[in-house]
């Protein structure tokens, strides 16, 4: 954990921006002319993950270097849950950042990654306070909410989002006893359960991530607390990529002012189709506890 | 006495419990009406690409630069002192309020990010523990330019008349010492 002050500094570097999906060097360029602060290269985005139903693997190195050739702000990349010896290859070839991520196919079924003894900084995913303490505890240094990649449909990332809101709202009221009866329950050291407790907060960055689809969306999610947004499949699978990018980072910025949102809603084609929970075989965010 | 934070992008929030703790009031600045409402401005850390982009976008660049000609004290912190450098990788830079050269990312990627021990004689302090992230590396290019702090030969914090900027982020420590200097400028 040497490198931990460093890189939870580095993830506050993230904040009130937006990290985008991208699976090649001319959508590398278009994230980071809209105003991206960060981009995730991956080979496939969720949407087409899940269509296409087979396993899905960390990308191409050579895939993954082409965008960190391309462009000047940080490179995320995807890791499969569990699979350290993924997240070992991304660290040597010097990758920014490192998500352990539900969208591709679970390495381990039982651990996740043992983040600490890696110098690269980690984002993983959560669904309520529990998952997020166990991740912070591995050693992420940034979390988010797992929502349902590649769906368009932003209810589970607001239900995640609420989830962990209301966890934290919680522990304020606890004595002692209740505190440690939690920190068993969730699996979690109870002075990094009292950390949190005196913050309010997560003692993390925490993102909102997973059927982002529309400025309104990512405004949402910003009024409901998140420090910034990461968008995957809502860019690229809606019609006009590049504005639907720019419209995005600048309800990022101008969440709290609902005549601007106007301003930047208008006139953006379709944004990507979405689906309902009730169609999905596969429920992403089911995937690493 | 208000105190400005450059809210486009970034870490400007992290400024916050310093200026709290010195008792200042403060105001998240995202258009030139913000501008106006201010004694001093911090430009944050965070991606310098997308602060750019949005201080032009928004109309706020020359009005800025205005304000800092006009005596406005302003602090870059690491992607801000990018913002207010006269060169960027050689090329003209945003705002180009302080006559430094500067290269971004010159020390590395994440995985190259340090954490330095450095002297600050302006606050009698030694073994200062400077964070620095995908740092930016300065050159001095006019000799009005004071160097309070060097890593290496490379100044890590700058100042010129009432801008000052710093390739470290000293609002990730617990000390306010540079928050206190930024508001005696």
């Known amino acids: 954990m040497a490198r931990e002050r460093l890189n939870k500094g580095f993830a506050e570097m993230f904040k009130n921006g937006v990290i985008m999906d991208v699976t090649n060097v001319e959508q590398s360029r278009i994230a980071e002319e809209a105003g991206a602060c960060a981009v995730m290269a991956l080979e496939r985005v969720p949407s087409d993950i899940r269509s296409d139903g087979q396993v899905a693997r960390m990308s191409d190195p050579a895939m993954i270097q082409s965008i960190m050739d391309a462009v000047t702000i940080p490179v995320m990349a995807k890791v499969r849950i569990g699979h350290f010896m993924e997240a070992r290859i991304l660290q040597a070839m010097g990758v920014d950042f490192v998500d352990e991520s539900e969208v591709l196919t679970p390495a381990d079924e039982a651990r996740h990654v043992d983040k600490s003894q890696f110098e690269v900084p980690f984002v993983c995913g959560a669904r309520n306070l529990g998952e997020a303490l166990r991740r912070i505890d591995e050693g992420a240094v940034m979390v988010r909410t797992k929502g349902e990649a590649g769906t368009g449909n932003i209810v589970n990332a607001v239900t995640h989002s609420r989830a962990i809101t209301e966890e934290l709202q919680a522990l304020k009221g606890m004595d002692e006893h209740q505190l440690s009866q939690l920190a068993g329950e969730m699996r979690v050291p109870i002075l990094l359960v009292k950390e949190t407790r005196d913050l309010g907060r997560l003692s993390v960055v925490n993102f909102a991530a997973g059927g982002i689809a529309t400025p309104a969306d990512s405004a949402l999610m910003m009024a409901m607390g998140s420090d910034g947004v990461f968008v995957g499949s809502g860019i690229f699978k809606s019609e006009t990529p590049a504005k639907m990018a720019h419209a995005i980072v600048q309800s990022v910025i101008h969440y709290q002012d609902p005549a601007k949102l106007v301003e930047i809603s208008k006139g953006l084609g379709s944004a990507m189709i979405g689906l309902e929970n009730s169609a999905l075989d596969v429920k992403m965010a089911e995937r690493g506890v | ?185």
């Open chain 2, 1 to 185: 006495m208000k105190v400005g934070l450059l809210g486009l992008q970034g870490a400007f929030l992290d400024h916050i419990p310093h200026f709290d703790h010195l008792g200042v009031a403060h105001t998240i600045v995202r258009d030139n009406k913000g501008l106006d409402e201010i004694d001093c401005l911090v430009i944050p850390g965070g991606e310098s690409t997308v602060m750019s982009k949005f201080l032009k976008e928004f109309g706020m660049l020359s009005h800025l630069k205005d304000c800092i000609a006009g005596g406005m004290p302003v602090w870059g912190v690491c992607a801000g002192s990018i913002l207010l450098a006269e060169t960027v990788d050689g090329e003209p830079g945003t705002l180009g309020s302080l006559p430094i050269k500067i290269t971004r990312n010159a020390y590395g990627r994440q995985i190259d990010s340090r954490r330095h021990l450095i002297d600050i004689p302006l606050f009698g302090r030694h073994d200062f523990q400077a964070v620095f992230i995908r740092a930016p590396r300065i050159e001095v290019t006019d000799n009005k330019v004071v160097v309070h702090a060097v890593l290496g030969e490379d100044p890590v914090f700058v100042q010129k008349g009432s801008v000052m900027a710093t390739t470290f982020h000293p609002e990730l420590n617990e000390d306010h010492q540079f928050h206190e200097y930024f508001l005696s400028l």
